[in-house]
Every structure is written in C-alpha cells, then in structure tokens.
C-alpha cells in the first residue's frame, strides 16, 4: 500500500488523483490510498506569505507525514515547492506539464482594470508593467474563492493559472472574462503546470521512471537558475524553460530571453546557470 498526502483544496487533490492515476497504471501491483492533511497555511487566510514569510509553508505538514512515515509520497504544484526540501527528502519526478500560462480574470475590460489582487510578488511585478496606474491588494483562498471575490467587486481582476483553472475545469465565469498572458508579458514561476511527486530519500528509483523525464529537466534548470536568482517561491523573480530558450523575469532587469546551449540536460543547466550568475553579479552591481 503507497499512502499519498496531499492538501486538502479541490485543486490539490484533483492534481493528486492524476498523479495517483499515473503511477497506478506503471505500478499495477500496487494499491493507493490518498491521505489528505489539513495544513497551517491553508487555514490561515488572513497570513501574508510575502510579509510574514512563506518558505514551505505549503509543504510543512506534507513534510512531516513522510519524515515519520504516515505517508510514502507527497504531491505538489511544483511552483510552491520551497528550493531545498527537508533533510532526506527528494523530488522523484514529475507528471508531464500542462500549460505555464498565467491568466488574467477580470470584471472590467483591460483598459477599465484600476485595481488587482494578488498575493504573488512575480505576478504583481509584472503587472505593473501592463498596468502602471493599477493599485494592488493582497487575495487569499482556493480558485473558486478567489473568483467570486473578483465576481463580487473585491477587486477588477487577479491572476490564475491556467493548469490549475483547465484542471478544475473552469473555463469561465458568470461576470469574468479569462485571457491569457503571453510569456513575455508575464514570465512563469519556476515549475509552473507541474505536478511534484515527493518522496523519502532512497526511494525516488520506485517512482521516476514513471514519470516525465523533460519536465524533470525543465523544472531542475529552472529551480536551479530560481536559487541562484532570487530563491523561494515568493521569489519576484519568473523563470520558464521552453527547451531552447530560457524566460527570465527579474524586477531589476525587466524580461530576458535567453539561448540555452548543451547537448545534455546536465549541460543545459551548468549552460543556464552560468547565464543567471552573470545576471546575478548585474543586479548586485
């Protein structure tokens, strides 16, 4: 029996059930059983990761279930996945990535948005580029919850993104329009579109071979880029690999599109993150 944490939020375990699925079709032998755990952060709405910090947070619990082995692996959207995991723990793999688009739910009309919620600092860096005179808030909850505060006027218009919205399968709103940002308008987090599958140290060799070998190295390159640029899932920072070219978001140097060159995954990534460093030094100089 394979016990799965997983949060406790429809998105959550919808993207735990595709996990689920997958491996169960690769491991027939095996049985699944899925443990929902109920975490801190998701009881807190009124906490501001930014201020108050918001490193694992959405991981602790998870955590925790493994560590004393309640549980034997742990899905997450791989966006919220801190940087360095807790000690004997390890990313296995992930499932193949969906779409790494960010979209924008509005009330209004684009040219009519004065006033936008989010709680990501990527997000609203960059939006203050297509929305200067916008004004921002903080917005907290599950998907459902945060469209009715935009349907009911709490705000014009927040961010979504589009896997975690086509996973729940909405497609729209009664009073909101949905469309998506170009990757050069706003940069992805690292990861994003991607379920993680974590698991106990020792035991990844059970689980990788079932899963996406390119999202693998797409979301290494880009969480190994993230560390050296900003770290941390509320990082300002976005980074996106399409496997050529690397999009970086940083507010201090605005968008970049990078070449990626190597002919391994390895060197692909020694490639990028030799390019961030030197961006790196810019930024500190």
């Given at each position: 029996m394979?016990?799965?944490?997983?949060?406790k939020s429809p998105l959550a375990r919808i993207q735990t059930n595709t996990a689920v699925c997958l491996l169960s079709e690769a491991l027939p032998d095996e049985?699944?059983?899925?443990?929902?755990?109920?975490?801190?952060?998701?009881?807190?709405?009124?906490?501001?990761?930014?201020?108050?910090?918001?490193?694992?947070?959405?991981?602790?619990e998870l955590d925790h279930a493994l560590l004393n082995k309640t549980a034997d692996i742990a899905i997450h959207s791989a966006k919220d996945l801190p940087i360095e995991l807790a000690d004997s723990l390890v990313i296995a793999g992930?499932?193949?990535?969906?779409?790494?688009?960010?979209?924008?739910?509005?009330?209004?009309?684009r040219h009519l948005i004065k006033q936008i919620a989010t709680s990501s600092p990527r997000r609203r860096e960059?939006?203050?580029?297509?929305?200067?005179?916008?004004?921002?808030?903080?917005?907290?909850?599950n998907v459902g919850t945060r469209l009715q505060k935009i349907a009911n006027g709490e705000a014009d218009a927040t961010l979504l993104a589009e896997a975690g919205l086509n996973r729940l399968e909405i497609y729209e709103h009664e009073g909101l329009s949905f469309?998506?940002?170009?990757?050069?308008?706003?940069?992805?987090?690292?990861?994003?579109?991607?379920?993680a599958?974590?698991?106990?140290?020792?035991?990844?060799?059970?689980?990788?071979?079932?899963?996406?070998?390119?999202t693998f190295s797409a979301v290494s390159l880009e969480k190994?880029?993230?560390?050296?640029?900003?770290?941390?899932?509320?990082?300002p920072a976005g980074l996106y690999?399409?496997?050529?070219?690397?999009?970086?978001?940083?507010?201090?140097?605005?968008?970049?599109?990078?070449?990626?060159?190597?002919?391994?995954?390895?060197e692909k990534e020694a490639f990028a993150v030799e390019q961030v460093q030197l961006i790196r030094h810019r930024i500190n100089e």
């Open positions: 394979i016990t799965v944490a997983t949060r049985s699944f059983q899925i443990l929902p755990i109920v975490t801190e952060i998701d009881s807190r709405l009124d906490y501001s990761l930014e201020t108050q910090g918001g490193n694992g947070l959405f991981t602790k992930y499932t193949a990535r969906e779409s790494i688009a960010d979209c924008l739910v509005s009330r209004v009309e960059q939006l203050k580029e297509i929305f200067p005179d916008a004004k921002f808030k903080l917005i907290r909850g469309i998506n940002l170009e990757v050069d308008l706003m940069v992805p987090a690292a990861g994003q579109g991607a379920i599958v974590v698991c106990r140290s020792g035991d990844e060799a059970r689980y990788r071979p079932h899963l996406c070998d390119q190994a880029c993230l560390k050296v640029l900003d770290g941390g899932c509320q990082s690999f399409d496997g050529t070219h690397l999009h970086i978001f940083h507010p201090s140097i605005a968008y970049n599109c990078l070449k990626i060159e190597g002919n391994t995954a390895m």
